[in-house]
């Protein structure tokens, strides 16, 4: 919990006029009985109301005046829920957002070995339902659990006014409601986090389902992949219907337990109506707190299950808000344009501590240099390229980009410096000029003519209906894959980056086209550092020298040595 009041000590201005709309709320529900009270006490026994002086008015006007006061009564109690409802509300949204956010920060940071050990599924359950569990803490436990409190005091303080006797009589069964919604809460929190496990792994479950329909369609694996959706779901099904069922079962303890207290009390108060002991106004009061005496009590119990309930979610996402192997940012800033070396010293990669992909690597490419990353498939191309941008860490050794230790520099500040083409390429639902203008934060709408000649895409825009402006489907769908590669170039292309780093970025290119996109990339872009991956040796003519990647160890080769 200490960890998670940091939200809301944010919002203290906003708590306290919550607490405080509370505190009016309770006033006005302790008022609503009283007008009955005094019409049945004074106006019914044509008395003369005590209240406000107003003893020398008629009757009938102060008959008026408490009809009046019983509406009014009911009229600003509604408003003043209405205004706290809002407030409580906006005040859990920004509760939520501030989580979803930090979770996504944190996202950002996590050594890339956390996604090896999580679902996409359970950090999108993560996202959307755990975070929830900390704006219920807020919305349904601390504000009613304080409302409660506020009101069952309130009621006690004139209960106890009214009659002695029967406010014990029903504190007696109090006891009991706690104790029964006890030991039903812990059964609750059980089933809740066994629950939680369970939507995580279906939505994993369908989020595998749905990335992969092509390759079940191609082997026709719809009737397995259905079972095992079938199956995931059932178990969160059951585990819901067990929730449901011990809320259900709690529901109806605390509601007999209710009845209990209440007919006790109806036995004892009318007894003493009719011995003259107790006045119907108060009798009427009675029974119309008793109502309001057990909401406050049925609250309270509800935030406890709640309470129980939110735990496991709480729990979840703090695992991940205090994930400890994040990538730390460093602080030095490399100017732009300055990337003078990068330098490989002693690097291992690991992704499990068990086997180095990466063996003792050592190397420096210097400024403008072409450099040609070669190796067998699964030989570790990706990974190097992945340690330059700091998307993962090198277990042992250091690089040093302008002989400085890459860890003490912002992550920022590199990777504005040094831009990565992926393998498979990014491409997000919108058009294709929305897709390569991603890079520009400016927001200019830049003219690409030029890098969409460079990645040899102007004719193909050209040819398009809607040129630029065509949307590409989700992921690109509607796009080639070398098409997509393209795009994905010339996103680069458009960033003024100081190094470029193409890993297989022309790999499902056609041999044609790969040439003239790499001849005029080299020449535009003379000046920069290009590390460029590849498996395919006909594409070292472009290099100055090789860097041969075998069994993890990097060995520095002359192109010329190999067979081209
Ligand atoms: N996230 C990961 N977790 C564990 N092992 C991984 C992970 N990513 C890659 N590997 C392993 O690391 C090794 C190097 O992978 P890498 O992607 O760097 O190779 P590559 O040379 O780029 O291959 P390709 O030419 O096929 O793209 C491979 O054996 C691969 O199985």
């Not at 337990?257 to 106004?281: F, K």
């Not at 309270?300 to 730390?328: F, P, T």
């Not at 800033?333 to 068990?354: A, M």
């Not at 006909?538 to 192109?559: Q, R």
Request: positive net charge; contains cysteine.
């Amino acid at each position: 919990m200490i960890e998670v009041s940091k939200y809301f000590l944010r919002y203290k201005k906003i708590i306290f006029f919550i607490f405080l709309q509370i505190v009016i709320i309770q006033v006005f529900q302790l008022l609503k009985p009283w007008p009955i009270k005094y019409i049945f006490d004074y106006i019914v026994e044509e008395k003369n109301l005590p209240l406000f002086h107003i003893d020398h008015l008629p009757i009938d006007f102060q008959l008026f005046a408490l009809c009046i006061a019983f509406v009014l009564i009911y009229f600003l109690l509604g408003a003043f829920v209405l205004a706290n409802n809002i407030t409580k509300m906006s005040f859990g949204n920004k509760i939520l957002n501030d989580i979803r956010i930090d979770v996504f920060r944190k996202l950002q940071k996590v050594q890339m070995s956390y996604f090896n050990k999580k679902s996409v599924g359970d950090l999108i359950y993560r996202a959307i339902n755990d975070t929830q569990a900390i704006q219920i803490v807020a919305t349904k436990i601390m504000f009613p659990l304080f409302s409660s409190t506020i009101l069952l005091i309130g009621i006690f303080i004139v209960i106890f006014q009214i009659n002695k006797k029967l406010l014990f009589v029903f504190l007696l069964t109090i006891p009991f409601l706690f104790i029964s919604i006890s030991f039903l809460n812990k059964s609750i929190y059980k089933i809740s986090n066994n629950l939680r496990e369970k939507e995580s792994r279906l939505l994993s479950a369908i989020e595998n389902y749905l990335n992969n329909i092509f390759v079940i369609r191609l082997f026709n694996m719809e009737d397995i992949e259905h079972k095992k959706l079938e199956v995931t779901g059932r178990e969160a099904l059951k585990s819901n219907l067990q929730l449901n069922l011990f809320e259900t079962i709690h529901a109806w303890v605390v509601n007999v337990l209710i009845a209990l207290g209440t007919s006790l009390i109806l036995w004892i108060g009318v007894r003493q109506v009719l011995n003259s002991e107790l006045t119907i106004g108060d009798l009427i009061i009675f029974i119309s707190y008793l109502e309001s005496l057990y909401g406050p009590i049925n609250n309270i119990s509800q935030s406890i299950s709640l309470y129980y309930e939110s735990q496991s979610g709480i729990k979840r996402i703090l695992s991940l808000l205090n994930e400890k192997e994040i990538i730390v940012d460093g602080r030095k800033v490399i100017k732009d344009n300055s990337i003078e070396n990068i330098e490989f010293k002693n690097v291992y990669f690991s992704f499990d501590s068990k086997k180095y992909i990466i063996n003792n690597a050592n190397f420096k490419i210097l400024r403008h240099e072409k450099v040609a990353l070669l190796g067998k498939s699964g030989s570790g191309k990706t990974t190097i390229a992945s340690l330059i941008v700091r998307i993962i860490e090198p277990s042992i050794g250091e690089i040093l980009i302008n002989n400085l230790n890459i860890k003490d520099i912002k992550i920022k500040s590199l990777r504005e410096n040094i831009c990565l083409v992926t393998q498979r390429p990014i491409i997000f639902n919108g058009t294709i000029f929305e897709n390569i203008n991603y890079s520009n934060k400016s927001g200019t709408r830049y003219d690409l003519d030029e890098i969409l000649e460079i990645v040899c895409l102007d004719s193909f825009v050209r040819n398009l209906p809607d040129h630029l402006d065509t949307q590409v489907g989700e992921k690109g769908a509607k796009l080639s894959e070398g098409e997509k590669q393209r795009i994905s170039l010339a996103r680069a292309l458009l960033t003024d980056a100081d190094v470029f780093i193409f890993d297989e970025a022309t790999s499902a290119i056609d041999k044609d086209t790969q040439d003239k996109i790499f001849e005029r990339i080299m020449k535009k872009f003379e000046d920069k550092t290009i590390l460029y991956a590849t498996h395919r040796l006909e594409n070292l003519k472009y290099c100055d020298y090789v860097l041969l990647i075998k069994e993890g160890k990097i060995l520095k080769a002359d192109k010329s040595s190999l067979k081209i």
